[in-house]
């Protein structure tokens, strides 16, 4: 049941507050700085970051100087009830000593504290895009839920997430945080993922309050370059980008951030159609927004204001309700409104809709939530740390499997290359502040934990290039070699756009001298975004997605390995097979000159026009007949049925999908749309029939002029193909007339 922010009771006490609080302490709660850091050096965390990101520092020096600064967590601000809100702070103690601040303030509002708690606190699960790769949204709503748990424990009340950007370009970083390519899955993603922070009962002090975002578009960033600009239609940002909010909105999501970039010409951060028209308007949000990082004070870069004074007035006209970072509203609302720039009703509803979350939350007459003793207790359980390894065992994507490498056959000599295969930290992936690198497994220590026999070596010398002669003699003496390879952490996330997709150099030699050496091997990847690996899957016998897999990364890969769990995961976006496919994605627009032999059809002269892998796509060590698919409609429904066998000799676990196109309609649609999905549980040689339920609705769309007269999405009657199948490519199909009533 969707959490409702409006209670007239908390109303109630919110125009008590308002009426009592001065124009300062109004716009201190719109204000969302991070600590300030106070230490040994004249620069900026930003600054320093940046050294360290140019190298003119080295980590062990960055180490030194962070270890050298005190946090200043404006103690005297905060009395003065000027901060409302506390960015990437956690630790019960930390926490509730700074809440003891704000309870010295007037009105005693207690501060909100937010932080990025992406997928798990402590105990880390894998990154939402391979998450989303199990086709199980109860399984995205308990592990939100444990992040949420542990969070909590620590002091945390708000996480900026889920991400529900759509996403079809792997050269964009942050490609890793989301669903993937589809709206479909990244909408039912969103609202499971909502349920799980939020709970049903959002101030029962184990549950967390969610923040979609980015709002909109961000993953449309033109060449997949992070923060770059994008230029769509209404219809597509409708069609695509937008449903998944409105999902979250609906499942009673509490926050919005929107996001970084401008959308044809207008940033999100003041861009009022989307703040309010869209949002508040035509979906009714009770919520507050905050801004993304600094993205406030960003707008004077993007030319749209000329200063930041001009900037906060923007923003705060459009909608905004809290700055993350930037400080121009602090700096500025006061001045604007005695100018009659701002009028102070605007300052008003946006106070309104932040205390109305403090007040659900019951942050206001609880505001210390938890101790240490709790937040000792409830880190990295073991229900959480089993519940981080199912997640990873149904997140690892099984994308190549001949000459029966994989489940490892016993009594075989193993080798293990790669310094990725022995660094647990590196399983966090990009986005998990919180993570504890050390109690993640490696793959190295799981086998040794699993009393397995085998020899590993990085595969690499001192100064980074290949250890050709290690790698031979190791090959030499095994008969099986398993690689990991992959992305660094850091190599996806946020700013960490790549204009390559494939393997770096060094990991394909290695892999080269591996196929030279005749051994059979097996790929572990690591990575957060789909590569591009068109010579590698040539070089090796099997391949193992296992992304970012989280804390218990190891023990999950191991039982995959050894055959103990069969693999049932699919990848959600698109495995392209040249960086120059990019953005590809199965659900594009049908074309009037499709991909075919002749020379004028759409495709390239040197690259295939097909990706490696297509989305849905994920191997077993099973196999899977798909039969009868069947469709008919009644009560306004596609109806249909599919027969799904495992035909193989084990129980496996298939994510069968269905996908829809209108085939003709007065505006062009998509070739293929997944529109419903199924993981079911097959013993081998069971078959099961499955039925969807699929409202005709759910295939509308906005005609051309229908957006500017007014957003309403239409059906048309015609021909509709159904599709059943267990990825977006290998397919059944049939067709079926729907003829409106
Ligand atoms: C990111 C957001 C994140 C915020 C706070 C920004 O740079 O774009 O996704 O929530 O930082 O850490």
Redesign the pocket.
């Known amino acids: 049941m969707a959490i409702h922010w409006i209670t007239e009771e908390n109303e109630k006490r919110i125009d008590a507050l308002l009426a009592e609080m001065t124009l300062e302490e109004k716009i201190g709660q719109m204000r969302q700085p991070g600590p300030s850091l106070v230490g040994a050096f004249e620069v900026s965390f930003e600054e320093l970051l940046d050294m360290r990101f140019d190298g003119k520092i080295s980590d062990e020096e960055f180490q030194k100087m962070m270890s050298s600064v005190k946090m200043d967590y404006r103690e005297e601000e905060v009395k003065a009830g000027k901060v409302g809100s506390f960015?990437?702070v956690s630790g019960a103690e930390t926490v509730n000593a700074i809440q003891e601040n704000a309870l010295q303030s007037r009105h005693k509002i207690p501060l909100l504290f937010?932080?990025?708690v992406?997928h798990g606190y402590k105990t880390v699960y894998p990154i939402p895009l391979a998450l989303a790769g199990s086709f199980e949204p109860e399984l995205y709503r308990r592990a939100a839920e444990m992040a949420a748990e542990e969070a909590s424990a620590a002091g945390v009340h708000w996480t900026?997430?889920p991400?529900v950007d759509v996403a079809r370009d792997a050269r964009w970083g942050?490609i890793s945080?989301g669903a993937g390519e589809d709206t479909y899955l990244a909408s039912v993603f969103a609202v499971h993922t909502v349920q799980g922070f939020q709970g049903e009962d959002i101030s029962d002090g184990k549950h967390i309050i969610a923040?979609a975002?980015?709002f909109a578009a961000?993953g449309g960033a033109e060449a997949g370059r992070d923060y770059n600009t994008i230029d769509i239609s209404e219809q597509k940002l409708r069609e695509v980008y937008l449903p998944p909010f409105e999902a979250a909105i609906k499942a009673g999501v509490g926050t919005l951030?929107p996001?970084?970039n401008d959308i044809s010409g207008v940033p999100c951060s003041v861009n009022h159609q989307l703040l309010t028209e869209i949002l508040r308007d035509e979906w009714g949000f009770e919520g507050f927004l905050?801004s993304?990082?600094?993205?406030i004070d960003e707008c004077v870069n993007h030319g749209i204001a000329e200063d930041r004074k001009d900037a906060a007035r923007q923003s705060v006209l459009a909608g905004m309700d809290m700055d993350?970072?930037s400080d121009c509203f602090f700096q500025n609302l006061e001045q604007l409104v005695k100018e009659g720039k701002v009028a102070e009703a605007e300052i008003d509803q946006a106070v309104r809709r932040i205390l109305r979350l403090k007040f659900a939350l019951g942050l206001v007459d609880q505001p210390i939530r938890t101790n240490t003793e709790r937040e000792q207790e409830t880190m990295l359980k073991p229900e959480f740390r089993a519940l981080a390894r199912e997640a990873a065992e149904k997140s690892i994507v099984l994308l190549k499997n001949e000459n029966e490498a994989l489940p490892l056959a016993g009594g075989k000599t193993l080798a293990l290359i790669g310094a990725l295969a022995a660094d647990g930290e590196q399983m966090l992936g990009a986005?998990a502040?919180g993570g504890d690198g050390e109690a993640c497994v490696s793959v190295k220590a799981a086998l040794e934990a699993a009393r397995q026999p085998f020899t590993w070596i990085s595969g690499r010398k001192e100064d980074g290039s290949v250890d050709s002669e290690g790698i031979r003699t190791l090959c030499g003496q095994a008969d099986i070699v398993l690689v990991a390879a992959g992305e660094q952490k850091e190599e996806s996330g946020?700013?960490a756009s790549r204009g390559e997709l494939s393997l770096h150099p060094e990991d394909r030699d290695i892999l080269r001298l591996v196929k030279e050496s005749g051994k059979k091997s097996v790929l572990l990847l690591f990575n957060g975004r789909p590569l591009v690996l068109t010579e590698e899957v040539e070089l090796v016998d099997a391949i193992l997605e296992c992304w970012h897999p989280g804390t218990e990364a190891g023990n999950a890969i191991v039982n995959i390995l050894t055959g103990k769990v069969n693999p049932s995961a699919k990848i959600t976006a698109s495995f392209p097979a040249a960086v120059g496919q990019c953005p590809i994605y199965y659900n594009h627009t049908s074309t009037g000159r499709p991909a075919g032999k002749g020379k004028f059809t759409s495709k390239y002269l040197d690259i295939p026009v097909e990706p490696l892998y297509p989305f849905g796509y994920g191997l077993s060590y099973t196999s899977y007949e798909y039969a009868n698919l069947k469709a008919e409609i009644r009560e306004e429904a596609f109806q249909i049925e599919v027969t799904v066998k495992n035909t193989g000799e084990r129980a496996g676990e298939e994510a069968v999908q269905i996908y829809l196109q209108d085939v003709a309609a007065s505006r062009v649609r998509p070739v293929k749309e997944l529109k419903a999905f199924e993981k079911v549980a097959l013993e081998a040689g069971e078959q099961r029939k499955l039925c969807f339920t699929i409202p005709v609705a759910e295939m509308g769309f906005y005609s051309a002029g229908a957006v500017a007269a007014k957003p309403a999405r239409i059906v048309e009657s015609g021909l509709f193909r159904v599709y059943a199948g267990g990825n977006s490519r290998d397919t059944l199909c049939t067709e079926i007339s729907y003829a409106e009533l």
């Open positions: 960015n990437g937010g932080m990025d992406i900026y997430a991400m942050r945080e923040c975002k980015h961000y951030m996001a970084f905050i993304d990082a600094n993205a993350m970072s986005w502040m946020e700013a």
